[in-house]
Nanobody, 127 residues
Framework: QVQLVESGGGLVQAGGSLRLSCAAS????????MGWFRQAPGKEREFVAA??????????YYGDSVKGRFTISRDNAKNTINLQMNSLKPEDTAVYHC??????????????????WGQGTQVTVSS
């Protein structure tokens, strides 16, 4: 059974930073692509970032709304991915979920392509 557990959410003022982490267990972590999605109340789940599995060099991908502000990284030794979020805006407020799956890069942007999901962590950015 694959388990993903997010941490690091919280309340921050606009312009501030937060670092989210996702700890994975139950599978060969380095063989899976990992992603972050977010969902705000009343809105659809939105792609935030993804990182490819280690065999493809850990390439990174970002949604347009977070490019240049967020950075995704992975630590295969610790079975963890991180999302460093800088220059946060009130519109970044959402529940952030990490996801995992053995998928090709053309599917990273689609939430339905991922097999496993964490419960999510709340990020609230005040103006």
């Amino acid at each position: 059974q694959v388990q993903l557990v997010e941490s690091g959410g919280g309340l921050v003022q606009a312009g501030g930073s937060l670092r989210l982490s996702c700890a994975a267990s139950g599978h060969t972590f380095s063989n899976y692509a990992m992603g972050w999605f977010r969902q705000a109340p009343g809105k659809e789940r939105e792609f935030v970032a993804a990182i490819s599995w280690s065999g493809t060099g850990g390439r990174t991908y970002y949604g347009d709304s977070v490019k240049g502000r967020f950075t995704i990284s992975r630590d295969n030794a610790k079975n963890t991915i991180n999302l460093q979020m800088n220059s946060l805006k009130p519109e970044d407020t959402a529940v952030y979920h990490c996801a995992a799956g053995p998928l090709s890069s053309d599917r990273y942007y689609y939430s339905l392509a991922y097999d496993y999901w964490g419960q999510g962590t709340q990020v609230t950015v005040s103006s």
